[in-house]
């Protein structure tokens, strides 16, 4: 049985009104509202810390008029499996101060900088928003990108209090690139030199904490197909819901003594870390996490499953995507067997999540550079520690190449990629013989980076799958294909 809870928390004494906001959050969509301010309101209410977030809008068309309309308060709904226990339970998020378009009011976004009271500074901008415009002009206002706009805040900021040492902000990125608070880093560095803004502004921004991160949580968002039964116990009309699953990982790269600032290290219900190196999570994240997403994309929807709750309900799919985590992406990777074990679980189980429609062919979007960021590398480490080829990778690999294979595999789904790729694979599937096949993908080195027909068990195997499925169901040829 589900565990419908409504949870709502009051405050009227927990945070002074006077007290200015001590963050200030360039993005007002769905994710950052269930996963930063959700750590804040989290942290109001269950520890010492009093924050309060001002919100900005990082592009010209945004919501932050929506959340003005409500006063910056919305709900967030937690739906899922977590711990093998379903949970279903809203949350009254109240910790939005002030919201702010720049576009609109670009002096009110400056003068956030001059709050004396600021610490925090989160975004999350999407993976296009942390990036060099070379357009962009210290006279312009608002610049286009998201990191002009935060050098323009900096020097505010600077100017204010005269580079004072103890005004300096911990830059703390969300957005979903690797190594995010170095690679924003370097460009309003870049920025700054390429406006002239001086040596004295460059070494104080140099001072300021940026900090790798690693966000984990799954986001669907605004309940439109069912708004009725969310908004049926609540104390206002809320047309910002944001539904999320359970789980909740952020690990932050950096000093330790962040926690002594931001300590979300004592909440319960959340996991947030502050680690050295996060280079191992997100090792196990992309390689588990996404490397299993993309495995059973092509295996899915070939065999007509659409979702990614559908997967783990459909039989073979289930046991496809188990063997592959437990005998051929774990032994993959360097890392803690125990811990790999146990996330991989946790996977398992969000996949599973009823509440969350994931469709496959949303996830099938450029397959191809997705197998070889999420699944190659964990393909090539086993074939490298075993002297042998991981059956279910390659057969995923196998189903993948047919699956682009549009005019042959007959399946009724967009192939959606690049269309250099796609013209690529059209052509490739003009050949009679599976082992050309083989050989002409394999051999792409601006698709994989590398000649992977140069591991010969790998082109043999995958020529076999391709005649198999050429010839028989996806079920057949699989089982075919392990006990030959």
């Known amino acids: 049985l589900i565990c419908y809870i409504n949870i709502y928390f009051k405050m009227t004494n927990k945070i002074e009104k006077n007290i200015p906001a001590d963050s200030v959050q360039f993005g007002e969509g769905n994710f950052m509202r269930a996963f930063v301010d959700y750590c804040i309101q989290l942290l109001n209410e269950q520890t010492s810390f009093q924050g309060k977030v001002d919100v900005v809008q990082p592009i010209a068309q945004g919501m932050v008029q929506n959340l003005a309309n409500q006063n910056g308060k919305y709900h967030v709904y937690s739906e899922g499996i977590l711990n093998g226990k379903s949970v279903r339970k809203s949350h009254l998020i109240n910790c939005i101060d002030q919201l702010v378009d720049p576009y609109q009011d670009f002096e009110k976004y400056l003068s956030l900088a001059e709050n004396e009271n600021l610490k925090f500074v989160f975004s999350n901008t999407t993976e296009a928003g942390i990036q060099y415009i070379e357009t962009d ?101 809320d047309n910002l819901i944001v539904t999320c699953e359970p789980f909740f990982l952020w690990v932050i790269e950096g000093n330790p003594k962040l926690l002594d600032v931001f300590p979300a290290d004592q909440l319960s219900e959340i996991d947030v870390k502050v680690v050295k190196d996060l280079g191992n999570y997100r090792t196990r994240k992309v390689r ?115 699956f682009y294979g549009k005019d042959i595999s007959k399946h009724s789904y967009n192939v959606k990629d690049d269309t250099l790729i796609i013209d690529f694979f059209k052509n490739v599937w003009k050949m009679q013989s599976t082992d050309e096949i083989s050989e002409a993908v394999l051999s792409n080195e601006l698709i994989w980076g590398q000649n992977l027909a140069r591991i010969t068990p790998l082109k043999k195997e995958i020529s076999q799958i391709l005649k198999l499925l050429k010839n028989k169901n996806l079920v057949a040829a699989f089982e075919s294909y392990k006990s030959g």
């Open 137 to 237: 002009q210290l006279e312009m206002r608002p610049p286009n990108s998201f990191p002009a706009k935060l050098v323009l805040f900096l020097l505010r900021r600077f100017e204010k209090f005269n580079g004072a040492a103890d005004k300096v902000l911990h830059i703390i990125p969300c957005e979903l690139i690797e190594k995010n608070g170095d690679t924003l880093k370097a460009i309003l560095l870049n920025i700054i030199d390429h406006w002239e803004l001086g040596i004295n502004f460059k070494n104080w921004v140099i001072k300021n904490h940026f900090y790798n991160t690693l966000v984990d949580r799954i986001v669907p968002g605004f309940p439109k197909d069912n708004l009725a039964f969310y908004q049926q116990d609540l104390s206002f009309e």
């Open 288 to 402: 588990i996490l996404n490397g299993c997403h993309t495995a059973m994309v092509p295996v899915g929807l070939l065999k007509g499953v659409e979702t990614v709750s559908a997967a783990l309900s459909d039989d073979f799919m289930k046991e496809f995507i188990s063997e592959t985590l437990k005998n051929e992406i774990i032994p993959s990777i360097d890392f803690d067997k125990e811990e790999l074990t146990e996330y991989a679980a946790q996977v398992l189980e969000r996949f599973s999540n009823p509440f969350t429609v994931h469709q496959l062919q949303s996830i099938a979007l450029n397959s191809i550079s997705k197998y070889k960021v999420r699944v190659l590398p964990s393909l090539l480490s086993f074939y490298k520690k075993n002297n042998s080829i991981p059956k279910n990778l390659t057969f995923a690999l196998a189903s993948l190449i047919y």
